[in-house]
């Protein structure tokens, strides 16, 4: 058999084998953002924003699309959620002290203002997450405003 014939084997086997390990899935059934949204309070616009555009990276549950149970894909998007949830988890809003919750504000503003959030390979699936900029500046006063709070009463409340 010719090497090219052994190394498509090779990888068919790899392939399937991979289907049956898949990564662990970010789907926390409990109400895992009430902290967030009581504390912050943002406007219905807002949240909906936040629930199509940021949740899915950025908290304990993911809506997973049908291509998640393809691996590699899988293993590619466990691996955005990590790296989105290790820099901001709205689920974890709570264990925040007042200084990481102006900092993690200061992030979202940073971001969705340059354009980098969401990021565009969640568009390119998710074309509900492409942000407007009115949308955008839905998102970027509610910050501002949630920072104002925080620097006034250590609480965005």
Known sequence: MKLGKKIAWALLIVFVGMQFFQPDKNEDTSDHLATFLS????PDQVEHLLKTSCFDCHSNHTVYPWY???APVSY????HIDHGKGHLNFSE???YDAGEKDHKLEEVV??????EMPLREYTWTHAEAR?????RNA???W????????AVNGSPE
Do not use: F, K, M, Y
């Open 39 to 42: 504390e912050t309070n943002p």
């Open 68 to 70: 998640n149970r393809v």
């Open 76 to 79: 590619w998007l466990a691996d």
């Open 93 to 95: 809003w709570g264990t």
């Open 110 to 115: 940073e971001t969705v203002e340059s354009g």
């Open 131 to 135: 942000l407007t900029e009115s949308q």
């Open 139 to 141: 998102i970027l006063e």
């Open 143 to 150: 910050a501002r405003l949630n920072r104002s709070r925080l």
